[in-house]
């Protein structure tokens, strides 16, 4: 079983010869200003043209993380979806307790994968290997605006 942290890259996951397009986000490093919705926003602007706002996140704040993903207008932008209609790109809003403070993206290769932004980097991750970490509410979302 590979550790739930592991950071996949080419030559240990499913992906094809060529380079897939995820790879070169990986381990993209997590700073208080370039966190979990700083990545998100980046890749949807650069792999889906999908812009979102850029949202100001006390990173070390969860009661401010939980309260921003809660209740920003941007989440009225973005309808939720059941696991079996995922697609690449589709935003995966992660919690605890069921209070949402965590973003990443849908990645549909081996199997899918989500890539996030923790403080240690970002990373490709199995669903599985999330819960593991603690996420214990796992919500799917794609862009409707």
């Known amino acids: 079983m590979r550790p739930a942290h592991e950071v996949l890259s080419p030559a240990r996951t499913a992906l094809p010869a060529v380079e897939h397009w995820a790879v070169p986000y990986i381990g993209t490093p997590w700073a208080k200003t370039a966190h979990c919705w700083a990545f998100f926003r980046r890749v949807q602007a650069e792999r889906f043209r ?3 706002p850029e949202i100001h996140i006390e990173a070390f704040d969860l009661r401010h ?5 809660r209740g920003h207008p941007e989440r009225s932008n973005w309808t939720r979806i ?3 209609d995922l697609r690449e790109g589709d935003a ?3 919690g605890q307790r069921k209070l ?4 990443g993206v849908w990645v549909d290769v ?3 994968r989500v890539m996030h932004c923790p403080e240690g980097g970002a990373v490709l991750q199995r669903l599985s290997d999330i819960r593991r970490c603690g996420w214990e509410m796992i919500e799917f979302y794609r862009y409707s605006a």
């Open 50 to 52: 999908v812009e979102t």
């Open 110 to 112: 081996d199997g899918g």
């Open 65 to 69: 993380l939980i309260k921003t993903f």
């Open 92 to 94: 995966v809003l992660m």
């Open 82 to 84: 059941e696991r079996a």
């Open 100 to 103: 949402p403070w965590h973003i």
